[in-house]
């Protein structure tokens, strides 16, 4: 089997791939880039795996042109920018010692060694340049034909070298897997047993994998086998994943594209910037949806107060939460809101009016323009 995807052709890769092996080193692509381009899918990231060491990689990255930066020499990882595209190049590698996130590695010659370390099958694929496919677990070709996540060996050992790999399991399988597929139950069992494995991981990669996960087009099946196992009230307290099957059908019918606050929105439960280190935009975008999720303000007020699409977003999730069809005549109300202009200012009610007597008028001549659905005119409303 061969590999061929258009961004193999780049020149900086090419530049890259061939210094590596024209200085008589053994170097493939590997991981998420032939993952993707075997899959079809868009590759924005491009992993590379040789047996030259860090420093031989950064002289051959100077003799071409390019630019080597020292990301991770600890771990044999530098990044090399040729031609404007950025590859991670690392060092075969196996794990001498690990502590759960951070890993005592040996480099290695040979890309066996290297594969057994991976975290699942379908990211132990290797390309060379020309795209020639190498399957050292002699599993990942056929998992991925199958559309199958598991992990690389035991799954306890393979979790037990770095806790993230609880939640890339099941990110990876809410976009890899075949949704007909149930999900690996020796995967789901050793990541319900290693659940206090996550404390030790900070909430920013927690976050990250979060909003990952909930940015697959359909991560339903994923999320209910975290709140099954224990994952996600682990990383999620007082958290539930009734809603999420449902709200996916609603944004489908409305043609909305995944938005992972918003689903985090479905999930209930706490104000999740504590949790998950979300911006502070993020966490804004959160509270309101939650917050216009319970209220019971009118989908022309939320358009008027909050713009279309934030209205939009709560209506969707007051669907999910009644199970109810969204009405094409709720958005057609949320769009006008978000188009409406208030038509009375301040300058309108002063001089007779200052100081706190002058907002209280305003806040009830506003309303009383929301209420008319937006056609109180400016003499209406001051008469």
């Known amino acids: 089997m061969k590999l061929a995807a258009p961004w193999m052709q780049h020149p900086g890769t090419r530049a890259v791939m061939q210094a590596i092996d024209s200085a008589g080193y053994q170097v493939f692509f590997v991981g998420g880039c032939v993952r993707n381009g075997l899959m079809g899918r868009s590759v924005d990231d491009i992993d ?8 031989t990689v950064m ?21 090399v920018v040729a031609s404007g595209k950025a590859h991670e190049v690392t060092t075969f590698r196996t794990d001498k010692k690990s502590f759960g996130r951070h890993a005592h590695v040996a480099f290695s010659t040979g890309i066996a060694a290297d594969a057994g370390r991976r975290d699942f099958t379908i990211n132990a694929l290797y390309a060379r340049a020309d795209g020639t496919i190498l399957d050292p677990t002699k599993q990942g070709l056929p998992d991925l034909s199958a559309r199958r996540v598991r992990f690389i060996g035991q799954a306890e050992d393979r979790i037990t070298q770095d806790y993230l790999r609880i939640l ?16 690996d139950a020796d995967g789901l069992a050793a990541c319900a047993a290693l659940t206090s494995g996550l404390e030790i991981l900070s909430k920013e990669r927690i976050g990250a994998e979060i909003k990952k996960l909930l940015s697959a087009p359909d991560p339903s099946q994923a999320v209910a086998a975290m709140e099954h196992s224990g994952v996600l009230t682990t990383v999620l307290p007082g958290t539930s994943a009734r809603l999420l099957p449902v709200l996916v059908k609603r944004e489908r019918h409305c043609r909305v594209p995944p938005e992972p606050i918003r689903r985090l929105a479905s999930l209930a439960g706490p104000v999740p910037d504590d949790a998950l280190r979300l911006s502070r935009a993020e966490a804004t975008a959160w509270q309101r949806l939650s917050d216009g999720m319970t209220s019971e303000t009118d989908a022309g007020e939320l358009g008027y107060r909050h713009g279309f699409e934030t209205a939009r977003d709560i209506l969707i999730l007051r669907a999910a939460a009644s199970e109810q069809p969204l009405s094409p005549d709720q958005l057609a109300r949320a769009r006008r809101g978000a188009g409406a202009i208030c038509p009375i200012r301040a300058a309108d009610l002063m001089p007779r009016l200052r100081g706190p007597a002058l907002g209280a008028a305003l806040a009830a001549l506003e309303a009383r323009w929301i209420a008319s659905d937006f056609t109180l005119s400016r003499s209406d409303l001051l008469n």
């Open 168 to 183: 890339r399991f099941f990110r990876f399988h809410a976009w890899c897997a075949d949704p007909a597929r149930r999900i």
């Open 48 to 55: 590379i795996a040789t047996d030259a060491r860090p420093e």
């Open 59 to 79: 002289e051959l990255a100077v003799r071409i042109g390019a630019r080597p930066v020292p990301t991770g020499l600890a771990h044999g990882t530098v990044t």
